[in-house]
């Protein structure tokens, strides 16, 4: 297999990985607008949720850019000069969304003005990224990002503003809160707490359907803005898009039966494939029409020494993130646990 | 502004705020490390207090630190995109080893710092480990990039673009070993006189318990240990850079003019116009000592190098002459305080010696920052030495002043936030007392 593809799919699987983890993460910040009732409640939630994992999960993002540079240096360079601005913005959303969490999340009083200013810092932020780093996805899919020599311009807005790029930012949005839904229903019924989960599986539908829509929407508007994408999606990248459309109405009939953990499965299935439609779709190119990825990619010599430490990498990581996940997330025990007293949530982080 | 100046200030302003929070996330670590481990041995309430403090200070500090490190990986490509077109994949590798050096750090963070309910008090301790070692692996790594920049190799040059690239030579290249050490022994420097200090400041005003004396023992412990390492590795580099970097040795020693037997020149005022320094106090021959071992070795000057190729002299001289100052009070002020210790066999409370612990916290911190002004400054007007000036790697995109702008007003703002918020914690009567989460790990210790 050619090693520069083998190093794309390197970093589409830690893209995916990125999106299901810290997509989820943002999605969960979208979700504390909609509290309604019960709103302090579902803050605690949220943070407890998100307390002991969303660095990890952020650590995703940052391997995904080191990847990208190291594996594909000119496409890196490119990029960031052809989406300066919505990389820029995204950029300010990752910061102020960490920032505010933590910074609400240890504030003595949580009902303190500092802790419900910064909280709502964590919900724009949280609004503002997904859409930045959906629209720009777009812009990359479009094939009008470079002028038609294979420059890049920081100056030319038109690719990231397009009513396509704008739909597929929104659809980001409503991604990644359908994700954050999921995930939740599964902690609120293991925290048997059958209101907060009843909630959540209605945002979850809710959300999903919104995906559903915008998804559409920009399949539609492709033609026009994206063509490249359209018989990318058409063509070679059909079987995926009818897999992730079929997966997510699977997701939304598997919350209808509040099959809560096949339903999370679901949707992390969905949303893997439905990246893998986009990849697939616009392969053999980085950066289409101009930039193809054998063209972007690093020698292959170098490629190689850093997919072997990748593969050594994973070998110390994963179980790691599995302990990580076994002893927050997962029911059953793990070796070094010991039971969390009832009623003292807020103290773990204490 | 023009636009590579802001490309240099938002880059500069962010590695500035950044490297704080890098050093503390070396540094504290390792403390809490000790700190607990002596608490599950001792079986002393005060030293699971001392852990419990910091690991609350550490999570709001490190998720700063995870932020604005994540903005560090985006800048450079979104400020310097041809620096990452040429060298992206030469010295990407040691970035993407940081990238899982931290993912590890984060991982044991995570569940250090939440776990406390969760994990018996021996899984727990043992989850600080990976959290210093790794973070001290991530410092080794990105450093080593930084190193590359000054020393680059493990490429060849064909047609203006690196081919036959060697990622490991180019991670291991001559300035690897003494940049790292440096930056990995500074970060336990500002540690631990950063911790010291503020339980110096807690004796001051009239807090004299044993928690606060342990605080500050144990940060004026983990400061004797790393400032005299740190002063000798200092050394060493400046050696090596006499010879690897002269124009950047030239330029923080001010050497206007080669030859024999140099004096070293402290302070004063450069003047790279007239290529002088005014009113600086002269050691004589002791610059051709140090960095060379020889009262009369020749070393060379500015003069041997064209003015288009000097860094800012005044900024870099400047910057050492801070470091170095900063470094020397902090050894004298571990020095006295140790002294006095053994004389008198318990930690000194001389109002003196606390209020230059308290002052040593943060100069401590200064030297950080002026160490790195004078590698990052001493090396311009490269981005890449030898191929790459700064001015060619900047991005051509429009009103990046703009973007410094509002770059620098987010890191102001959150330099507020989190100063009212860390003094507001440390102000709230210690909520985590008495709560079955405190109890518990002290009660179980030696489980």
Redesign the interface.
């Known amino acids: 297999m050619d090693v520069a593809l083998l190093a794309l799919i390197v970093l589409w699987l830690a893209l995916i990985t990125y999106t299901v983890l810290g997509g989820a993460d943002f999605g969960a910040g979208v979700l504390g607008i909609f509290t309604g009732r019960n709103a302090e409640r579902q803050h605690e939630f949220i943070n407890h949720a998100l ?3 969303w ?2 999960n ?2 995703w ?3 995904l ?3 990208l ?3 594909f ?2 496409g ?6 052809a989406l ?2 919505p ?2 913005l995204a ?2 959303g ?3 969304r ?2 505010a ?3 609400r999340y ?3 009083d949580t009902s303190s003005l ?1 802790a419900n200013v ?1 909280w709502k810092v964590f919900n724009i932020a949280s609004v503002l990224t997904p859409f930045f780093l959906g629209a720009s996805a777009a812009a990359v899919a479009s094939g009008h990002l470079l002028d038609p020599s294979g420059k890049p311009n ?2 030319n807005v038109s690719p990231w503003l397009s009513p396509f790029a704008i739909i597929i930012g929104l659809m980001g949005i409503a991604l990644c809160t359908a994700l954050a839904a999921v995930y939740l229903t599964v902690e609120a019924k293991d925290a048997q707490d059958a209101f907060l989960c009843e909630s959540y599986r209605k945002k979850a539908l809710i959300a999903g359907a919104v995906t559903a829509v915008l998804g559409l929407l920009g399949l539609l508007l492709s033609p026009i803005y994206a063509p490249g994408l359209w018989r990318g999606m058409l063509g070679h990248g059909i079987p995926l898009v009818i897999v992730s459309m079929l997966l997510g109405l699977l997701t939304a009939a598997l919350l209808w039966l509040k099959q809560y953990r096949l339903s999370r499965l679901a949707v992390i299935v969905a949303t893997a494939f439905l990246l893998s439609a986009w990849g697939f779709s616009q392969y053999p190119y980085l950066v289409p029409p101009a930039l193809t990825v054998s063209a972007a990619a ?2 292959p ?2 490629i190689k ?2 997919l072997i ?2 593969l050594i ?1 994973l070998i ?2 994963l179980p ?2 599995y ?2 996940y076994s ?2 997330k997962l029911p059953y025990p793990a ?4 039971t ?2 009832e009623g ?1 949530r807020k ?4 | 502004m023009s636009d590579l100046l802001a490309a240099r200030a938002q880059m500069g302003t962010s590695l500035a705020f950044h490297i704080i929070f890098s050093a503390l996330g070396v540094g504290l670590p390792l403390l809490f490390c000790i700190a607990e481990g002596l608490a599950l041995k001792t079986k002393n309430r005060d030293w699971m207090l001392l852990t419990r403090r910091w690991s609350k200070g550490a999570a709001i500090l490190f998720a700063i630190g995870a932020v604005s490190g994540t903005i560090l990986s985006f800048e450079l490509g979104l400020l310097w995109p041809t620096f990452m077109d040429f060298g992206g994949g030469v010295i990407g590798y040691p970035f993407m080893l940081e990238g899982f050096a931290f993912f590890l750090e984060a991982i044991f963070l995570g569940l250090y710092l939440y776990g406390w309910n969760r994990l018996s008090p021996r899984a727990h301790w043992l989850c600080s480990f990976p959290v210093w070692i790794s973070a001290l692996v991530s410092a080794w790594f990105v450093v080593s990039a930084n190193a590359w920049m000054n020393t680059p190799t493990g490429f060849v040059l064909k047609n203006g673009r690196p081919v036959d690239i060697d990622p490991i030579q180019a991670m291991l290249n001559p300035s690897t070993p003494y940049e790292t050490i440096h930056m990995m022994l500074a970060c336990y420097v500002a540690t631990g006189f950063a911790v010291a200090a503020v339980y110096a400041w807690g004796i001051l005003r009239g807090k004299r318990d044993n928690y606060h004396r342990k605080g500050l023992m144990i940060g004026m412990l983990m400061a004797v240990i790393a400032t005299p390492l740190q002063i000798i590795s200092g050394d060493f580099n400046a050696r090596f850079l006499s010879d690897a970097q002269p124009t950047k040795f030239a330029a923080m020693e001010a050497v206007f003019h080669s030859g024999n037997g140099l004096p070293i020149t402290i302070g004063g005022l450069v003047d790279p116009d007239n290529r002088t320094v005014h009113y600086g106090i002269e050691l004589p021959k002791l610059l051709s000592v140090l960095a060379k071992g020889d009262p009369n070795a020749p070393l060379k000057g500015l003069d041997q190098f064209a003015p288009s190729d000097w860094p800012n002299i005044p900024l870099v001289h400047l910057s050492f002459d801070v470091m170095v100052g900063c470094g020397f009070f902090g050894l004298l002020v571990a020095a006295v305080f140790w002294i006095s210790t053994a004389i008198k066999r318990r930690i000194p409370l001389n109002r003196v010696l606390l209020w230059g612990v308290v002052i040593a916290g943060p100069l401590a911190f200064l030297a950080i920052e002026t160490g790195w002004m004078v590698t990052e400054l001493g090396r311009q007007p490269w981005t890449i030495v030898g191929f790459l000036r700064t001015a060619d790697a900047a991005t051509p995109a429009p009103w990046v002043t703009i973007s410094f702008l509002v770059f620098s007003l987010v890191y102001i703002l959150l330099a507020v936030a989190l100063i009212g918020l860390l003094l507001w914690v440390a102000r709230s009567p210690m909520p985590q007392v008495g709560m079955p989460g405190q109890e518990q790990p002290v009660e179980k210790a030696g489980v």
């Not at chain 1, 070796?335 to 010991?338: A, E, K, L, Q, S």
């Not at chain 1, 103290?347 to 204490?350: C, V």
């Open positions: 307390g002991p994992v660095e990890a952020h650590v993002l940052i391997f850019v080191v990847g540079f190291t594996l240096p000119k890196f360079a490119i990029l960031c000069v300066f601005f990389l820029l950029l300010l990752i910061v102020l960490g920032a969490f933590i910074f240890y504030a003595p500092f910064w920081a100056a690093n020698e010599n170098v020494v850093v430490s990748v990498g110390i990581l790691s993130l302990y990580l002893i927050f070796p070094g646990r010991v969390q007293p003292h103290s773990d982080g204490a």
